[in-house]
């Protein structure tokens, strides 16, 4: 929403112009279209870390706007999907295999071995199971069986990282709850 405009006496009186301010809601900030833009354009060169501010610009429909680029909603998504881990789903700016945080990377390996850093049975080995989703894109239907995986929604935050239309996803059947046997397991597709 713009605040401030260019008053109509500036120019003809040869005083400075006022540049134009607007509300930035996710950054709580007032500041002007052109500094909106240079921080959209910054953000969109190189992956902010998480905790920096301009994260917030990264993919931002407004800083596109003031920075004269057509925003693309779907590449959008698909780029926000793909800084976050696809089981924690926390922000992580580096996923193992393209899918997992250092965290759950590890947890995941200690359920592979079935055993923990404490020598005991990992949680995590009694939720992992099997998992089919169809995933319709582009007037085409993909079912996609995923093993090792906590739900549905792992599977489907992998698949929306490489959208490039929107996507829809469904369920074709129960197919989850199978108890993985950590020896006999089906390694994931990288
Ligand atoms: S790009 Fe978006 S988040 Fe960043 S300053 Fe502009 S409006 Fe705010
Ligand atoms: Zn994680």
Do not use: Q
């Not at 112009?17 to 909106?36: E, G, K």
């Not at 945080?101 to 055993?115: L, M, P, Q, T, W």
């Not at 085409?140 to 996507?167: Q, S």
């Amino acid at each position: 929403m713009l605040i401030a405009a260019v008053p109509s006496s500036a120019s003809s009186s040869g005083a400075m112009p006022i540049p134009a301010l607007f509300d930035c809601v996710a950054l709580r900030a007032r500041l002007t279209v052109s500094s909106c833009a240079a921080r959209w354009c910054k953000a969109a060169d190189r992956l902010p870390e998480p905790w920096d501010s301009l994260s917030r610009c990264r993919n931002c429909p407004i800083g596109a706007r003031h920075a004269g680029i057509e925003f693309n909603a779907v590449e959008a998504a698909a780029d926000a999907w793909r800084l976050v881990c696809c089981r924690c789903l926390r922000p992580s700016e580096r996923l193992i295999r393209g899918k997992h945080c250092i965290s759950c990377y590890n947890r995941d390996r200690e359920a592979r071995i079935g055993k923990n850093a404490k020598g005991g049975r990992p949680h995590l080995t009694d939720h992992l199971g099997t998992c089919a989703v169809a995933v319709a894109a582009g007037g085409a239907v993909e079912l996609i069986t995923a093993h090792r995986v906590t739900g549905p929604v792992e599977v489907m935050v992998c698949a929306a990282r490489t959208a490039k239309a929107g996507v829809t996803f469904g369920r074709p059947g129960r197919t989850w709850a199978l108890p993985i046997d950590s020896a006999a397991s089906t390694p994931d597709k990288d």
